[in-house]
C-alpha cells in the first residue's frame, strides 16, 4: 500500500517538475539493505520509485552467488570521504553518488559524469548559495503533493518487554511509554515512514555519506544516539562489518531482522551512562534537537565514554525556515515562519530549545567539554521544487514532503502538551500552514548543521591542588 507521502511524490514528480528520472524496473535480486534486513519499504524508496519519468531498460541480472557478500556493496562517496570503498564487484554497480540502496540511479537519463557533476553542484550550493530555478506565475504556489538486547549497560535502561511495547495513545497518535513524555511526538508507522524518508533526503544531499567525521576504516565500536528506525545504525553496520554499533532510542520500533554487528537498546542517553568509559570510537547524532534538553551533559558523557581519539558527531536541523532572497529571512507573518514559532515556544515550556541547533552552540559546547579539532559545517536544506540543481530540486521535494506530512506529528505534542491547545485549535491552525509551504517563490530552506569533534588522544586531567593546613590544625 503507498502512504500519502509516496502519492504526493508521485503526483509532483509527474506534474510540471518531471524532471526526477528513475528506474522502475528493480530486479529481486537488486531489494535494498533495509528490505534485506527485514524492515518494511519506507517512504523514501517508494517515493523516490514513484516520482518517475517514462523508465529505462531494466538493470543487468545480478552477479552470481560466488561473488562478494552482498553487504560488500556499498554506495562510493565523493572525494573527501572517511566511508570505505567498496569491493572491486561491487564498483560498477555503485559508481555514483546518485543512486538508490539498491545500486539503480535516481537519474539514469544521465551519464555517470553528468551525475557527479551535479551531485557536486548540489554539495558546493548547499553550503553556499542554492540557485533558484526561473519558474513562472503557475510554479510560484506549487500546489502538487508532493533484536533488542537485554544486557543493557545502565539502570534505566531495558529489553523490549511488554512494558515497554504499551505505548501511550493521545490525539489519535501513538506514542512511547518508556519515560514517558521525555520526547514530544509520536512513533507509530506513519512518523516512521517520515523518519526514513528524511533519512534518505539527508543522504542525497550529502552525496550518500552518512558522516563527515574521519574515523578511518576500521572502528570497532559505534554509538547510534536516538537511533529511531534504526536506518542509519543498520547501513553503518553494513558499511563498517568489523564495528559493532549500538542504537539507542526511547522507543522500541527497530526491525527484528539485522546485521550481525548491529543491535539496539530502550535507553534514555540523558539519563547517566553506564556504558564503559573510553569505550567507543565514534558516537553519533541526527535529528535528536527537538528531544535533548541537556546538551552540555549529553557531551559531557559522550566524551567520558569515548576512546582517546574517537569522535563525536552531531547532525542538526535548524527548524527555522530562512529564504533565499537578499533579505534572508522569511516574514514573521508568513504561515510557515508563524508555525515553527508557535513549536518552538511549546516547546520551550516542556525543557526544549529548538534554536540550540544555531548559532555556535553545539560547537562551542563541544568545545568546553574538551573536544578538539572540531569542524561545523552548515547545508541548506531547500523547501520545495525551486532550486535549479536536479539534486537540490529532489532534496526540496523530499523535505517539503516530509514537513507537510509531519504536521500533525510536529504541532500536536508542543502545542497540546506545552500551550495546552486542544486538537481543534491544532488542526485549525495547521490549514494555512499546509498551503505555506507550498509558496515556492519565498525561496525557503533550513540549516542542516554538522558539527563533530574528537576527544584527544591523551586525556587532559584537571587537577585540585590543596595547601597544607596551618601549623597544628587537625588533619
Given amino acids: 500500500m503507498i502512504s500519502s507521502a509516496d502519492e504526493r511524490v508521485r503526483n509532483a514528480g509527474n506534474g510540471q517538475h518531471g524532471d526526477v528520472d528513475v528506474d522502475e524496473h528493480r530486479d529481486p535480486a537488486e531489494t535494498p539493505e533495509a528490505f534485506r534486513h527485514g524492515q518494511r519499504q519506507t517512504a523514501a524508496t517508494a517515493a523516490v520509485a514513484a516520482a518517475s519519468s517514462p523508465p529505462p531498460p531494466p538493470p543487468p ?37 546518485l543512486t538508490h540502496p539498491n545500486g539503480t540511479s535516481i537519474f539514469p537519463s544521465l551519464s555517470t ?20 530555478d526561473t519558474f513562472d506565475e503557475e510554479m510560484v504556489r506549487d500546489e502538487s503533493d508532493a533484536g533488542y538486547s537485554s544486557d543493557g549497560f545502565s539502570s534505566g535502561s531495558t529489553s523490549a518487554e511488554s512494558s515497554v511495547r504499551d505505548y501511550l495513545y493521545e490525539n489519535g497518535r501513538r506514542y512511547h511509554r518508556f519515560r514517558e513524555g521525555s520526547y514530544n511526538f509520536p512513533n507509530d508507522d506513519v512518523e516512521q515512514e517520515r523518519e526514513d524518508m528524511k533519512h534518505a533526503m539527508v543522504r542525497l544531499l550529502c552525496s550518500q555519506k552518512l558522516l563527515f567525521a ?26 563498517f562489518p568489523s564495528a559493532h554499533v549500538l542504537g539507542v532510542d526511547l522507543s522500541p520500533i527497530q526491525p527484528d531482522w539485522l546485521p550481525p554487528n548491529v543491535r539496539f537498546l530502550v535507553d534514555d542517553v540523558e539519563s547517566t551512562w553506564l556504558y564503559p568509559r573510553n569505550h567507543f570510537d565514534y558516537i553519533h547524532s541526527r535529528h535528536t534537537v527537538m528531544a535533548v534538553r541537556d ?3 549529553l557531551f559531557r558523557q559522550a566524551y567520558q565514554h569515548l576512546k582517546p581519539g574517537g569522535w563525536i558527531e552531531v547532525q542538526e536541523i535548524h527548524h527555522k525556515p530562512r529564504s533565499a ?13 508563524q508555525f515553527w514559532s508557535r513549536v518552538n515556544e511549546g516547546l520551550t515550556t516542556l ?25 561545523e559545517r552548515v547545508f541548506h536544506v531547500p523547501i520545495g521544487t525551486w532550486p535549479k540543481n536536479k539534486v537540490l530540486k529532489t532534496v526540496g521535494l ?9 504536521l500533525q506529528a510536529i504541532a500536536l505534542g508542543p502545542l497540546t502538551r506545552g500551550l495546552r491547545w ?48 596551618p601549623a597544628g590544625s587537625i588533619s
Fill in 295 to 297: 546538551w552540555r551533559r
Fill in 214 to 239: 574521519p574515523i578511518g576504516e576500521h572502528p570497532q565500536q559505534i554509538l547510534d544516539i536516538g537511533t529511531g528506525t534504526g536506518i542509519w545504525a543498520i547501513e553503518v553496520g553494513d558499511q
Fill in 61 to 97: 541480472p545480478p552477479p552470481p552467488s560466488s561473488s562478494s557478500p552482498r553487504h560488500e556493496d556499498k554506495p562510493h562517496s565523493m572525494s573527501g570521504s572517511c566511508c570505505v570503498a567498496s569491493s572491486s564487484s561491487s564498483s560498477s554497480r555503485l559508481a555514483s553518488p
Fill in 422 to 469: 486542544n486538537r481543534d485549535q491544532v488542526e485549525l491552525f495547521l490549514m494555512d500552514v499546509r498551503r505555506a509551504y507550498h509558496d515556492n517563490a519565498a525561496l525557503m530552506y533550513m540549516p542542516l548543521h554538522i558539527v563533530y569533534a574528537q576527544k584527544p588522544e591523551v586525556s587532559v586531567f584537571r587537577c585540585h591542588v590543596f595547601s597544607s593546613p
Fill in 113 to 132: 559524469t553528468e551525475q557527479q557533476d551535479i551531485a557536486r553542484e548540489a554539495l558546493s550550493q548547499a553550503q553556499d548559495a542554492i540557485v533558484a
Fill in 351 to 375: 525543557g526544549v530549545d529548538l534554536d540550540r541547533a544555531s548559532g555556535g552552540f553545539l560547537a562551542q559546547a563541544m568545545r568546553d567539554e574538551g573536544l578538539v579539532n572540531l569542524t
Fill in 398 to 406: 523530499y523535505w517539503r514532503t516530509i514537513l507537510l506530512d509531519g
Fill in 325 to 337: 532572497r537578499p533579505q534572508g529571512t522569511v516574514p514573521q507573518d508568513h504561515a510557515v515562519a
